[in-house]
């Protein structure tokens, strides 16, 4: 199984989860910027959920399949055409070599996943194939990927073997062929351009004034063009600390912190955060809202809404379940 | 008794804090608990930051829950997966005051100071009315101490920086700091573990490299660790350098 960039993208990586554990040492965890979308697209494919997939932003790549592939595209729909037919999303396709996919701009959402049956073949580095672009390292040479780069996939296991003769079966001679099943509606993430974003209080919420409180509640945040992997800045009203001279000792954050620093507008830092910062944490987005934040575009518009902390946890555990749900049904039709 | 709170970031992490500002007393603490949490792996943990004040745990909720027929149950029915995380540390944290931290290192650091390695060495010195061999004196002299690793792989916060050198940062910050410069600013040293952009007065660079991503552990110092600067010249940097090659 093998994808070759014949027309780059935008910004395009190979990611897995992240890469945990070091951040003591001052190693960011990177990894993909919707979690859920990536791991769907690995189940689809009967991968185990964890392995390198490709992540698109804003706008695709076109791709030669140079094997014959079993992919699941999820995320941003960026009109995923193979030989000019539009790729269903959400769903397991088998491609046969030989096959041009193109993907164009996204135009709801801005990032998109490509995993493959066995997982995109990359070194593991610190125990992740994440790419670190600003160290060079990990993922496709420890960079964004070029004209010519060809990816690999990794031997894939039992049920992507399976999965992928009987979809090769059913193509009958076509180019691509995916299953006519597919994922209720009402589990996937609703992308938006104003999309309602939960969130738990922060960390440091007290230090802000009321004023500022109401309006982070009750006003709209813009993302500004100045917003990458790293962090998304908004523009919104300027929030104010009650003592404008407290300082806060850097300390950890996470996927999700919203910190404040002192010119008033937030920061909601995202994969390639750095491990500690210095801003003080107004709200904390919750696990299962992340898709909805970073699969916004610049000029989009936030608003947030508070939740308590043992919401975000149920709302994490009933995401899981989907997820064994999917895992269960994958086992059921192809092992 | 250990004095702490323990409050969640978001419902996969929790922070603990031991205090409010930089000392040696609050970090000693931070410390202590950093090496109960590596000999007493916590079911569910992924992995923590220390920090000056504060320890984070990283844990993954779903570790809490256990099967049963096709739905995920907490295995500890009156407490969700942050309460249960927050029981546990606390209790280890109560015994806190009977454990010792893990023993730092002394890590020596090859400086070669001033000149293209050390182009703000000059402007340190000005503002100080002293020589550049005064400035290198002090600051290799010191007695310094890792609070954290952070802001980049490998990259110190150093505490115990003469006041006699503090010297604050440049007014406008540079696009460019090389890899493992060593600058000041304000009352903070600390190395430069990767090419950034910057605004420290650089006033030499080792040809160590505080980042080694092929290494375990990736960082050459951790949280604890002692630091000397010991000045070299321009051919045992030569010679450092070639070493690597």
Known sequence: MSLTVIRPGLFTTVQDRGRFGFQKHGVIVGGVMDPFAYKMANLLVGNKGTEAAVEMTMKGDTWEVTEDTVLAICGADMEAAADDKPLPLWKPVWVRAGTVIRFGVSKLGARTYIAVAGGVQCPLVMNSRSTYARAGIGGYEGRALQKGDELKADEPGRQSKKLGELLQKQAKGGAFYAPDWRIAADHLPRYHGHPVVRVVKGNQSDWFTEESRNAFFGQEFRVSPQSDRMGYRLEGPRLEKLDKSRELVSEAVTFGTVQVPAEGNPIVLLADRQTTGGYPKIAQIISVDLPLIVQTKPGDVIRFREVVHQEAERLLLEREQLFRQVRLGMKLKYE | ????????????????????????????????????????????????????????????????????????????????????????????????????????????????????????????????????????????????????????????????????????????????????????????????????????????????????????????????????????????YQSYEEGKA
């Open chain 2, 1 to 236: 008794m250990t004095t702490f709170q323990i409050e969640p970031m978001g419902e996969q992490a929790v922070i603990i804090r031991f205090g409010t500002v930089i000392d040696r007393q609050t970090h000693e603490k931070v410390r202590k608990f950093s090496a109960w949490l590596d000999q007493h792996p916590v079911p569910g943990m992924i992995e923590y930051i220390p920090g000056f004040t504060t320890v984070t745990v990283f844990y993954d909720p779903v570790a809490f829950y256990v099967r049963q027929t096709s739905v995920l149950t907490l295995n500890e029915p009156s407490f969700s997966a942050y309460e249960r995380m927050r029981m546990v540390l606390g209790e280890a944290l109560a015994q806190l005051s009977d454990h010792l931290p893990a023993a730092g290192n002394t890590v020596e650091i090859p400086v070669l100071y001033g000149g293209e390695m050390g182009p703000d060495l000059a402007e340190v010195a000005a503002y100080h009315q002293m020589s550049e061999r005064e400035v290198i004196r002090i600051h290799s002299e010191g007695e310094y101490h890792v609070y954290m690793i952070g802001f980049a792989p490998g990259f110190p916060y150093i505490g115990g920086l003469s006041e006699t050198i503090a010297t604050p940062r440049k007014t406008s910050p540079r696009l460019k700091i090389p890899k493992g410069s060593v600058g000041i600013a304000g009352k903070q040293t600390g190395i430069y573990s990767l090419e950034t952009p910057g605004g420290w007065q650089i006033i030499g660079r080792t040809p160590i490299s505080l980042f080694r991503p092929d290494r375990n552990p990736p960082s050459i110092l951790k949280a604890g660790d002692r630091v000397r600067f010991v000045p070299i010249s321009a051919e045992e």
